[in-house]
Structure formats: C-alpha cells, structure tokens
C-alpha cells in the first residue's frame, strides 16, 4: 500500500528553520514526482516546490524561492523540505503527495497525499 507520512513540524519563532520529512513506503520513489503543499487556516490549499522523480529536478513557488529546498534519499524513500528564514505567514499544515505523472504544481496532479505536519511561526 502506498503511503506517505510527514513529520518535522514544529513551533518556531520567525526566522528559525526547519527539515520536514516525507517518509515514503509501497513505491519505488524515483519513479515519482513528489510535490510539497501548505495549507493555512481558511485558505486553500497552495503549492509550495515539488521534486522530479528520476533527475531530482526541483522547482519552487516565486514565494519561497531562495528559502525552501526539497531533496530526496532514494535509498531512505524519503523526501526533505528544508525551511529557512520562516516568516508567520508560513504557518500551514505542510502536506507532501506523490504523483506517477511528472512533477506538477497542480495538486490534482497528485494521487496520494500524507496527513500533513503543522508548521508554526511564532514569536
């Protein structure tokens, strides 16, 4: 069964980082794209970077270019969104999904989501 499960978030205060992880299970993950999403309170659902499935390119949303970067262990099936420079406008719930198609930022895209983990910036 194909699953993914995040973890890393936390409570931090503005300009703190963070690693959230993506830990992946039932598929061979070079064989997939996996995108990042946030979704904060009362808003939708919004694309943040994803990571191609065979070459690992990766591409970012204008917003956190420069400040967010994805990687990935095949080897460990897990995938790495390292946050810095976290403003309180990044507070979401940070999900990871995983789609055979080539990466998207469209999360219709995608066809398997984890539960997401809770970022919070805070002074």
């Known amino acids: 069964q194909l699953q993914l499960v995040e973890s890393g978030g936390d409570l931090v205060q503005p300009g703190g980082s963070l690693r959230l992880s993506c830990a992946t299970s039932?598929?061979?993950?070079?064989?997939?794209?996996i995108g990042w999403f946030r979704q904060a309170l009362g808003k939708e659902r919004e694309w943040v970077s994803c990571?191609?499935?065979?070459?690992?390119?990766?591409f970012y949303a204008d917003s956190v270019k420069g400040r967010f970067t994805t990687s990935k262990d095949n080897a460990k099936n897990t995938v790495y969104l390292q946050i810095n420079s976290l403003k309180p406008e990044d507070t979401a719930v940070y999900y990871c999904?995983?789609?055979?198609?080539?990466?998207?930022?469209?999360?219709?895209?995608?066809?398997?989501w984890g539960r997401g983990t809770q970022v919070t910036v805070s002074s």
């Open positions: 999904a995983a789609t055979v198609r080539i990466a998207s930022m469209n999360p219709h895209d995608y066809d398997y």
């Open positions: 039932g598929f061979t993950l070079e064989y997939y794209a």
């Open positions: 990571i191609s499935g065979g070459d690992g390119e990766t």
